[in-house]
């Protein structure tokens, strides 16, 4: 299992990054979107810079973060 964390590369997490995105697809309310999003600027900045697990996964988290609360500014405008 441990095994995952320490080979993770580019391409799992662009890979990752698209099935998350065509589940978005499913109506899944912005959510799959905010993670797929993430993903994608990991494996992105992981293309010009090898990246070390714990820090690709911090980097998700606060990426994730980051949409997560866009996403909530957003749908607060879009309510008023």
Known sequence: MQDLLYHVNQWHW????????LMELCRLKG?????????????LLMHFEPITWPFQ??????????????RAIVLQIKSQ
Do not use: E, N, T, Y
């Open 14 to 21: 662009l890979a990752f990054s698209l099935f998350m995105l």
């Open 57 to 70: 996964w911090a980097l998700m988290l606060i990426a994730l973060l980051i949409l997560a609360f866009i």
């Open 31 to 43: 959510w799959s979107f905010a993670v797929g999003g993430s993903a994608f600027i990991v494996g």
